[in-house]
């Protein structure tokens, strides 16, 4: 097979599995080899046209959506019960309450992307940097936060997938994010971030908390940074920017790293 379709077949498959799935959850109901499936994730092997069949199926795609080099996989669902659930929450008497304190002006101003930096639970000593997007929705803003975890014995294959999604309040100039991870449907993270007062703002300073998702499920908490990176759509090459690092690596924005590891 072409070399540049394979890609594309990996890239939009990869991207599907964040956006909308869970690896073990694809496997599982693909009956397909969890070994074999990281293969077609990694682009080492295609998936055989029967197995392209079935992802099409399980995803509600075209076969050629699969291989077509602009398909967005953020967009192929209709809304979940998980925005059902923010609907009905925000009509609830305690939600109100909550949106007393709340400043959706200001707010506003920084929805867009973000590339998020704070140190792994998981991986330890490294820093995970994730792709979050804020988003205007009914008076309050919403985010989405996706975390991709490469295996460290071969870094072509993915370990873990998160996806996080939650609520963005405004209270005296500091952004107060919840959110609920729904792949693995047993965490909720909470952080806080300051802007550094420059304009335009670019970075936010803070803390986030939550809970490790390997098996000591031990309480974590880290220093965070978010960079914005604009008013842009979840892209590709954004989503493939969100991975781990080592924490001297250079990629890492200098304010960021300063902030997270002090010299």
Request: hydrophobic share 35%.
């Amino acid at each position: 097979m072409d070399p540049t379709r394979r890609d594309t077949i990996s890239d939009n498959l990869r991207q599907l599995v964040v956006a909308h799935g869970n690896i073990s959850a694809v496997c599982r109901n693909l009956h397909m080899n969890r070994q074999q499936f990281n293969k077609y994730l990694s682009g080492r092997h295609t998936p055989s046209q029967s197995n392209i069949n079935a992802i099409c199926r399980y995803f509600g795609i075209s076969s050629s959506d699969l291989t077509d080099p602009d398909f967005d996989p953020a967009g192929t669902h209709s809304p979940s019960r998980t925005q059902d659930s923010f609907s009905a929450a925000i009509d609830s008497p305690i939600f109100a309450h909550l949106l007393e304190a709340h400043d959706s002006g200001w707010v506003e101003q920084f929805c867009g992307i973000y590339e998020k930096y704070h140190f792994s639970s998981i991986y330890k000593g490294d820093v995970v940097r994730s792709i979050l997007k804020i988003s205007p929705a009914r008076g309050v803003c919403t985010y989405s936060n996706y975390e991709i975890f490469p295996n460290r014995r071969d870094p072509e294959k993915v370990e873990f997938l998160f996806r996080y999604h939650g609520i963005v309040f405004g209270v005296e100039q500091r952004l107060f994010l919840i959110d609920f991870e729904k792949i693995q449907r047993n965490e909720l993270t909470f952080s806080i971030f300051a802007p550094l007062i420059r304009k335009p703002t670019r970075f936010f300073f803070g803390v986030t908390s939550g809970v490790a998702a390997n098996l000591g499920r031990a309480p974590y908490c880290s220093k965070a940074v978010l960079d914005f990176r604009g008013d842009v759509p979840v892209s590709k090459s954004l989503v493939r920017r969100a991975t781990v690092l080592p924490p001297d690596d250079h990629s890492i924005p200098l304010e960021a790293s300063d902030y997270l590891m002090p010299r």
